[in-house]
C-alpha cells in the first residue's frame, strides 16, 4: 500500500470553527489531491496540487483552502465550518503527469454539528 | 465538463453467480480512461480495472472484466464466479488522457459516478 497518512481519521466540529485535515505521503509522489464523499455523488474533486506551492480549484472548492510547502504535506482548511461541509474527505496521490492511478488514503470522517 | 452516471443505487447477487454494474459517461474527448474502484466497509479505495479508450479490447483482471462501448459511452463491470468479499460500493470513474499537453491541469484527476452498492447473498 502506498505511504499515505490522514488525520485525524474522525473530527466532530461545531459550525463556524476552522478545521484543517493532514495528508502526509511518504512516496514523493508530486501530485496530491483532495475529494469528498457524500451520498448520490461519489468523489467530488476539492483542490489539488501538482508540486510544492503549486495548487489548484476542483469543482467543489468553495469554503475549503489548501496549502503545501513541502512535498510530503498537503493540507486541507474549512476556514468556517459549515454543516454542508460534513463528509468523508480522501487524500490522493500519484506519481506523474500521465499515471491512470491514483492512491487513495483511508479518508477523514468531519462532522459539523 | 464531463459526467459519469451509475444508474444503480444498489444490486446484489448469490455468491458464486455473475452480476454486472452499469456506468455511462459523456465525454466530447477521445483520450481518455475509465476505471472502476471498490470501496468496501474499510472506506479504502481500491483499483479494480482500467480500460483505456483507445484499446479496443476490454481489460479483464481475474474474475472481473469489462464491456466498454465507446460510441455508445458505456462501461459496464462484469463480476464472475461472485464471493462475499466482493461486497462493496463500487465506483466508476473517468479521467481524461490529454495529460501530455503542456500545462495540462489534467494531472489525475478522476471524475466519479454515484455508486452502486453490491451485496453477495450467501
Known sequence: ?113 | AQTVTQSQPEMSVQEAETVTLSCTYDTSESDYYLFWYKQPPSRQMILVIRQEAYKQQNATENRFSVNFQKAAKSFSLKISDSQLGDAAMYFCAYRSGGAANAGGTSYGKLTFGQGTILTVHP
Open chain 1, 1 to 113: 500500500d502506498a505511504g499515505i497518512t490522514q488525520s485525524p481519521r474522525h473530527k466532530v466540529t461545531e459550525t463556524g470553527t476552522p478545521v484543517t485535515l493532514r495528508c502526509h505521503q511518504t512516496e514523493n509522489h508530486r501530485y496530491m489531491y483532495w475529494y469528498r464523499q457524500d451520498p448520490g455523488h461519489g468523489l467530488r474533486l476539492i483542490h489539488y496540487s501538482y508540486g510544492v506551492k503549486d495548487t489548484d480549484k476542483g469543482e467543489v472548492s468553495d469554503g475549503y483552502s489548501v496549502s503545501r510547502s513541502k512535498t510530503e504535506d498537503f493540507l486541507l482548511t474549512l476556514e468556517s465550518a459549515t454543516s454542508s461541509q460534513t463528509s468523508v474527505y480522501f487524500c490522493a496521490i500519484s506519481e506523474r503527469r500521465a499515471s491512470e492511478k491514483l492512491f487513495f488514503g483511508s479518508g477523514t470522517q468531519l462532522s459539523v454539528l
